[in-house]
């Protein structure tokens, strides 16, 4: 991602600068100035260029008369009284996707009367947030395709880097995540999911770790018998967080589905699009992306992620339909379709984490069903939820962040849905309501008492094309959601 750094005024040498302004009648402020330098050129360029101040509108020159930078950019900001967080994020955004791959490898944004502090650090913080590429498997890229931009300079509100060195934190852990849902399978499987996180001990971060015999030792019988058709084998991984300095505090957990390649196993996915499974362990990247932010900003908040990790294969060994497995608390399921096995591998982890932490807050993500994307499309992810305050907690933190929500409802109508005539649960329902019918099954594993929400990200934790504040592919949806939820509610 891009280096961010703050100076109180633009060099003499800058080779890239960035103005902004907003609506309104005529320039203002430094880009008033340069329009002059230039002998009108700015004003004659936003004329021209139909440009009315839009937020992350950009008219460019190049080579200016009269100023010494070689590339002059003109960026609207939208009217300052609806200049917020989202906002700044978005022009930080536009500015980087214009010069990322421009040969350029520095920008000064000269922000000196236009932005607050907050303001310019959330700028920063949507450019380095754009600025992020995934392509260490691409060696043939030509050299107009690679990122060349390395460098993003805020001018002129130098009060700006405080608050900017926190997001910096957040974005790394969203860096975390998108690298992890980007790897393909054969690279990322539970046991180098483990590898890779094993470096979160340097911010501070306990990890445990749970291999096949131990979770066989506690009874998790529905995520091993996810994990049973693959040669890769399963793992069940905590990260702890506890930034209050006190022992007493109870953990908020978090927990994330970490399918980290789903064939739909015997019940088998179509060929095509197949590929596109390797994002379904979206929910744990996120749950350790977030565990990542919570450290590397010394969050003072106690909070305990867990990711149960397997890979769904077809082989001779796998489960099969019709199947019957014991979950770690003892209730029965009939697997009636092996596709839906996120919800059985999130039932033992869940159980496991409120029988060793004793949380009060239970969230849970999930890449968990095709239905949710139907009902919602790609601009919400789901929210279900047993208690109405943690549901609003968590609606208001992901519209701070520009991480939607939308809450669906559950209730015992719907519970009805799973009752098997074998067993104590079948794993599916009908085909009406799935995301229902799938969080439905996972509040059955809910301890009394304890608050519970469940995410449903199958729709945003992967984009087809680019947005504002990420490329193509892994948005890292739901670091910074739960990095808000968790400032929010839970730190002094």
Not at 158 to 165: K, L, S
Not at 166 to 195: H, K, M, Q, W
Not at 311 to 334: I, K, L, W
């Given at each position: 991602m891009l280096a961010v750094s703050f100076l109180p005024a633009v060099p003499a040498d800058a080779a890239v600068l960035v103005l902004l302004s907003g609506p309104?009648?005529?320039?203002?402020?430094?880009?008033?100035?340069?329009?002059?330098?230039?002998?009108?050129?700015?004003?004659?360029?936003?004329?021209?260029?139909?440009?009315?101040g839009e937020a992350g509108s950009i008219v460019e020159l190049l080579a200016p008369a009269g100023l010494s930078c070689q590339r002059l950019l003109l960026v609207g900001t939208g009217p300052a009284e609806k200049l917020d967080a989202l906002t700044a994020e978005r022009i930080g955004g536009a500015i980087t996707a214009r010069l990322l791959t421009s040969g350029e490898t520095a920008a000064h944004v000269d922000a000196t009367g236009v932005l607050n502090p907050e303001q310019a650090a959330h700028l920063a913080h949507g450019g380095q947030l754009r600025s992020w590429q995934f392509n260490p498997y691409r060696t043939r890229l030509k050299d107009k395709q690679k990122p060349s931009l390395a460098q993003l300079v805020v001018?002129?509100?130098?009060?700006?880097?405080?608050?900017?060195?926190?997001?910096?934190?957040?974005?790394?852990?969203?860096?975390?995540?998108?690298?992890?849902?980007?790897?393909?399978?054969?690279?990322?499987?539970?046991?180098?999911?483990?590898?890779k996180a094993l470096d979160l001990a340097g911010l501070g971060v306990e990890l445990i770790v749970l291999d096949d015999a131990e979770m066989r030792r506690l009874?998790?019988?529905?995520?091993?018998?996810?994990?049973?058709?693959?040669?890769?084998?399963?793992?069940?991984?905590?990260?702890?967080?506890?930034?209050?300095?006190?022992d007493d505090v109870?953990?908020?957990?978090?927990?994330?589905?970490?399918?980290?390649?789903?064939?739909?196993?015997?019940?088998?996915?179509?060929?095509?699009?197949m590929e596109d499974m390797k994002w379904d362990m979206g929910g744990a990247g996120a749950v350790t992306g977030a565990m990542h932010a919570l450290a590397a900003r010394q969050a003072k908040a106690h909070v305990i992620g867990v990711v149960g990790l397997v890979?769904?294969?077809?082989?001779?060994?796998?489960?099969?339909?019709?199947?019957?497995?014991?979950?770690?608390?003892?209730?029965?399921?009939?697997v009636i379709n092996t596709d839906a096995e996120g919800r059985l591998v999130l039932c033992d982890a869940i159980w496991w984490a409120q029988e060793t932490f004793e949380p009060e807050v239970v969230v849970d993500l999930a890449t968990l069903t095709g239905a949710i994307i139907i009902s919602l499309g790609h601009e919400h992810a789901g929210l279900f939820a047993n208690d109405d305050g943690l549901a609003e907690q968590l609606r208001s933190a992901g519209a701070a962040v520009g991480e939607k929500l939308w809450r669906m409802p559950i209730g015992e109508a719907y519970d009805k849905l799973i009752d098997s005539d074998v067993a104590d649960i079948k794993n599916v329902g009908p085909r009406e309501g799935g995301s229902i019918s799938a969080a439905q099954f996972i509040g059955r594993f809910i301890k009394p008492g304890v608050k519970w929400a469940h995410l449903d990200v199958?729709?945003?934790?992967?984009?087809?094309?680019?947005?504002?504040?990420?490329?193509?592919?892994?948005t890292g949806y739901g670091v910074r959601l739960l990095d808000r939820f968790i400032a929010d509610n839970f730190e002094g």
């Open positions: 309104g009648d005529g320039l203002a402020g430094p880009a008033a100035a340069a329009d002059a330098a230039s002998g009108g050129a700015l004003a004659r360029a936003a004329t021209a260029a139909r440009f009315e001018v002129g509100v130098p009060d700006a880097a405080g608050p900017h060195a926190r997001l910096a934190a957040i974005a790394g852990g969203v860096a975390r995540t998108r690298t992890l849902v980007s790897e393909p399978p054969n690279i990322l499987y539970p046991e180098s999911f483990v590898d009874g998790m019988g529905a995520l091993l018998g996810v994990a049973q058709g693959s040669v890769r084998p399963a793992r069940l991984l905590a990260m702890r967080w506890n930034g209050t300095g006190r109870k953990p908020v957990v978090l927990v994330g589905k970490g399918v980290t390649f789903d064939t739909g196993g015997i019940s088998l996915k179509p060929a095509a699009g890979e769904n294969m077809p082989d001779g060994n796998a489960q099969r339909p019709g199947d019957v497995v014991t979950t770690m608390n003892g209730q029965t399921v009939e199958a729709g945003t934790v992967w984009a087809t094309k680019p947005g504002a504040v990420h490329d193509k592919g892994a």
